[in-house]
Structure formats: structure tokens, C-alpha cells
């Protein structure tokens, strides 16, 4: 009887804002690092790329996408990743507020957990944080110029930072010079400075760089041998049993055009 009377205090509950996400939308979520211009300064990343953060962040997303319920497909470069929920997802009631305080927490104590696992004897100097946002997408088109957005993104800031960083180490400009010597410059241009300045095709520079990360759910069959007992014999045996895993798995392809959206119709199936 009492357990079940309200207190007088429980009217506050009433000023929570209702923040399920429209039915049927595509729910993405985006984190991204906060400060992470110093936070990769003053933890020695490698410049342009530092392969030890893109892997770490690679694991604290294939964590996210294995501890929480019906994220479809992950994209991530640089400092930030997006995380697709499956349209139909009932998670939480939709509530935009779990779907983003989940992934990015999930996210954050994963990076401090397995820290150490890809940066050895780099120290973490003090805990970072991500900021994180929720976007609703009604069409698989928009879905996937979303993806494109976020791909290309990707490619135009690596191309940049590739050579900004090569005029710094090899040439010696300060930032300054640097960045004064490619303002204004396009696409074609940056390719040809690291053509004929520094031998570089950009073309053969590690698909992780210029295409960043997506991840995927693929049927992985695991053969083990087991042993097992038949009832009419005395002695056990070894039998090869084939088990089906799901698992998170990474590419670094394209995603802007229609090939691997053909190759993986399940992704935006359901
Ligand atoms: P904000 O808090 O607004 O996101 P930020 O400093 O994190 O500020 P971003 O635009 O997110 O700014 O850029 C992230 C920065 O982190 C990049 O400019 C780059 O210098 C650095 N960075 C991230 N990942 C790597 C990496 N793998 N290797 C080297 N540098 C990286
Ligand atoms: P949900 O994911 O829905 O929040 P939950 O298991 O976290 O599920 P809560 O209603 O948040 O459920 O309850 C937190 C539980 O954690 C408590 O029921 C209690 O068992 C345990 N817990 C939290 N803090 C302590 C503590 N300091 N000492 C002992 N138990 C604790
Ligand atoms: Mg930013
Ligand atoms: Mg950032
Ligand atoms: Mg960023
Ligand atoms: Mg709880």
C-alpha cells in the first residue's frame, strides 16, 4: 500500500521533455573530441595521421556498436564517428537523450579503458571528452548522403592536412607559410605540390587516411572442434562444429558511391 502511494514530490517528474525521435527515421548519432587540436599535441600524435588514435578509435566505437542495442552501420575519421540506428529501432522508446548519452559515454570510458592497449608507453595526461548529437534522416538517400558528407569530409581535410604537414616536416615552412602557401589552392593543386615537391601520389596514401573507417556487421563462421560423447560409445570424439558469429568488422572503402551499398543491401534493409 505504501510502496505504491506517490510522494508529493513526484509532479516534477512531469517537467521531463518528450524526446522520442520521430518513427521510422534513420537515428544518427555523432560524437566528436573536444579540444582534440591539443589533446593530439599534447599526446604526441604523429602528424597528418596517427595510426595508434585511429585504431583506438576504431575499438571504442566496435565496443559501442557490440554493448548497445541496433546500430546498423559506424563511420569514423579524425576525431569523430557516427553510429546509424536502425530505423525501426525501439531502444529506450527512441528517447534522443539514451541514444546520445549511451554511445557517447560507452564511447569515452572505452578510449580511457583501452588507452593503454595502443598507446604503451604514452601516457594519458588527463581525461578527454567527446560532444555528441543526434540527426534523424527519413530516406535511404539521406542516409547515405549523410555518410558521403562525413566521407568526403574526410578526403578533403586529409588531402589538406597531408600536404600542409609534408611543407612543415620536409620543407621546413612554419604553419604559417604553410597554410598562407595553400590558401586558395584546389584539389588539383595539392596533388600536384606533393607530386613534384615530395614524390607523393596521393592516390597510393593508406586507405584508413584517405577514406577513414566504416564498420559493418559480418556472419563470421568459426570452426572448432569439440568433444563429444554418442551415447552407445564408451570413449569420446572429436567432431568440427561450425558456429555463426556476428562481428563488428572495419573496411576503409568507399561509401559515396553505389558499389558498396550493392555489395551489403542488408545494411539499409531494415
Ligand atoms: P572541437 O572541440 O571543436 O571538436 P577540435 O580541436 O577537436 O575542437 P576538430 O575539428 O574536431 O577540432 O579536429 C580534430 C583535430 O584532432 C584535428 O585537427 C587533428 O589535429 C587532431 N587529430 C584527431 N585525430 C588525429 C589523428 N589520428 N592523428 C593526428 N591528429 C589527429
Ligand atoms: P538502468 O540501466 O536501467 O539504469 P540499473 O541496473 O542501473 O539499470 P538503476 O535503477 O539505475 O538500475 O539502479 C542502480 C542499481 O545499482 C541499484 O539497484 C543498486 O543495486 C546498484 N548500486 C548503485 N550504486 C550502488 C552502491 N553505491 N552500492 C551498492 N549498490 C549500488
Ligand atoms: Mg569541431
Ligand atoms: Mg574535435
Ligand atoms: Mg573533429
Ligand atoms: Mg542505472
Known amino acids: 500500500r505504501l510502496s505504491m502511494a506517490k510522494s508529493k514530490f513526484e509532479y516534477v517528474r512531469d ?27 599534447q599526446h604526441e600524435f604523429k602528424k ?43 531502444w529506450f522508446k527512441r528517447r534522443a537523450s539514451k541514444f546520445m548519452t ?3 559515454s560507452q564511447f569515452a570510458s572505452s578510449y580511457v579503458f583501452y588507452w593503454k592497449d595502443y598507446f604503451k608507453d604514452q601516457q594519458l595526461l588527463y581525461p578527454p571528452g567527446f560532444d555528441g548529437r543526434i540527426v534523424l534522416y527519413p530516406s535511404n538517400q539521406n542516409l547515405k548522403d549523410y555518410l558521403s558528407w562525413r566521407q568526403a569530409d574526410c578526403h578533403i581535410n586529409n588531402l589538406y592536412n597531408t600536404v600542409f604537414w609534408m611543407l612543415v616536416q620536409r620543407s621546413g ?16 593543386d595539392k596533388n600536384e605540390i606533393l607530386f613534384s615537391e615530395f614524390n607523393i601520389n596521393y592516390n597510393n596514401e593508406p586507405l584508413m587516411y584517405r577514406k577513414g573507417t566504416v564498420l559493418i556487421w559480418q556472419k563470421i563462421n568459426e570452426v572448432m572442434t569439440k568433444k563429444i560423447k554418442l551415447p552407445e560409445e564408451t570413449e569420446e570424439k ?15 572503402c568507399d561509401i559515396i558511391g553505389d558499389q558498396f551499398w550493392e555489395e551489403y543491401p542488408e545494411i539499409l534493409a531494415e
Open 15 to 41: 517537467f521531463e521533455t518528450d524526446d522520442s525521435c520521430l518513427p521510422n527515421c534513420w537515428i544518427v548519432v555523432r560524437l566528436d573530441g573536444r579540444n582534440f587540436h591539443r589533446f593530439s599535441e
Open 48 to 90: 597528418p595521421n596517427d595510426d595508434r588514435a585511429l585504431h583506438l578509435m576504431t575499438k571504442c566505437a566496435q565496443t559501442v556498436m557490440q554493448e548497445l542495442e541496433d546500430i546498423a552501420i559506424a563511420y569514423g575519421q579524425s576525431d569523430e564517428y557516427s553510429f546509424v540506428f536502425k530505423k525501426k529501432s525501439r
Open 102 to 104: 549511451h554511445v557517447v
Open 173 to 188: 615552412l612554419t604553419p604559417v607559410q604553410a597554410q598562407d602557401r595553400l590558401q586558395g589552392t584546389l584539389a588539383g
Open 238 to 252: 572429436e567432431v568440427e562444429v561450425t558456429r555463426t558469429r556476428t562481428k563488428v568488422v572495419p573496411l576503409h
